[in-house]
């Protein structure tokens, strides 16, 4: 499976960088984010290193669906019963800060709306 030596989420998917995980298979890795935007906030990645949306094709679209597929079985797992968010960055232009392709999925309660 294609690794970058210099590659942060390749070094977490190595093991060589520690990573509080909450999934793992052969294709793809969950980890809690680092710097949470929200109360449960998670990143899937593939295991193998795509840069980013801007390198996917066709070939990718099983491991994509996978990743996706994956999302509402952690957030049930991590006890999030009110919704969440998918976000994708690509690129500098796209808010991209790790060049490894990752699906942030957050969820949780926000107590400050209110009804
Ligand atoms: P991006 O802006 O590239 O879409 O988001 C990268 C995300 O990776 C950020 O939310 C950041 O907090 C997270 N992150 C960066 N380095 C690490 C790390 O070493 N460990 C973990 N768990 N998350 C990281
Ligand atoms: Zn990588």
Redesign the pocket.
């Known amino acids: 499976m294609s690794a970058d030596p210099h590659c942060?989420f390749c070094k977490?998917v190595a093991g060589q960088?520690p990573?509080k995980k909450v999934h793992e298979d052969d294709e793809l890795l969950a980890?809690?984010?680092?710097?949470p935007w929200a109360p449960v906030h998670i990143?899937i990645i593939p295991k193998q290193h795509i840069v980013s949306m801007a390198d996917v094709t066709d070939d990718h679209a099983g491991v994509l669906g996978r990743m996706m597929a994956l999302s509402p079985r952690l957030m049930r797992d991590l006890g999030v019963t009110n919704g969440f968010r998918h976000v994708i960055?690509t690129g500098r232009d796209g808010?991209?800060?790790?060049m490894h392709l990752?699906l942030?999925v957050m969820g949780g309660p926000r107590p400050w709306l209110k009804g």
Do not use: P
């Not at 980890?31 to 710097?35: N, T, Y």
């Not at 808010?95 to 790790?98: D, L, P, R, S, T």
């Open positions: 942060i977490i960088i990573s980890f809690h984010d680092i710097h990143l960055n808010h991209q800060e790790v990752h942030h």
